[in-house]
């Protein structure tokens, strides 16, 4: 079946470190590829996204490649803030007419100033 | 603004007792999703509902129920609740017929059973 594995955290950087959490997938066809992101305390919310091949998702400041070659949708950000500490959480859904998401287990990341 | 709202944020039961958590969406989404979130597992599917009255296992079904009765309102039951039920709980509901919809979360509720 489908699954996502991502890197285990957690991770501590230092403000203006770079980021880059890796997440690959397994997947049948082509699935969409999503990042989310759960600050402390509260739901998850959507960071960015890819549906195809060679898309960039990119929201405020953190950045993602679908790479298909490579079944890869990395997170990257070039230099992160004390406010970016949270749990970020690759997930994909798949084609096949799903709409569930499987998510990966989560990264916790941790900025110190 | 899509809004996904939780009855509670916080909750503490008794082993046994029913618990009811409900979860309430305000734009119209067919799809809605209960998730249990534990450290090191990740999220994890309960339930989907994809219409009203419409209802499919996740992976972990177990000892959970649920119930669409209205389109915006989507329950998660707990029919006698035990200890390994204690966890954070997350509702979430999108646009159905789109693989690259957007699910959106509510906050959560933290569920302990003693």
């Known amino acids: 079946g489908d699954s996502v594995t991502q890197m285990e955290g957690p991770v501590t950087l230092s403000e203006e470190a770079f980021l880059t959490i890796n997440c690959t997938y397994t997947?049948?066809?082509?699935?969409?590829l999503f990042w989310y992101v759960q600050y402390p305390g509260e739901g998850l919310q959507l960071l960015l996204k890819a549906t195809k091949a060679d898309d960039k998702g990119s929201n405020k400041g953190f950045e993602a490649t679908y790479r298909k070659e490579t079944t890869s949708f990395h997170l990257e950000k070039g230099s992160v803030q004390v406010s970016d500490s949270a749990v970020y959480f690759c997930a994909l859904n798949s084609q096949g007419g799903s709409e569930k998401l499987v998510f990966g287990k989560g990264t916790k990341l941790t900025v110190n100033p | 603004d899509v809004k996904v709202t939780q009855s509670s944020r916080y909750l503490v039961k008794r082993t046994g007792e029913k618990v009811f958590l409900e979860c309430v969406q305000d734009?119209?989404?067919?799809?809605m999703f209960w998730y249990r979130q534990d450290p090191g597992l990740g999220l994890r599917l309960i339930y989907f509902s994809y219409d009203v009255k419409m209802k499919e296992k996740g992976d972990i079904p177990e000892g959970y129920s649920v119930s669409r009765e209205k389109k915006e309102r989507f329950s998660l039951i707990l029919e006698s609740a035990s200890t390994n039920q204690t966890s954070m709980y997350l509702c979430a509901s999108n646009l159905r017929g789109r693989q690259q919809e957007t699910q959106y979360f509510g906050p959560g509720t933290r569920l302990l059973v003693l």
């Open positions: 734009m119209d989404h067919e799809n």
């Open positions: 997947a049948t066809g082509y699935p969409s």
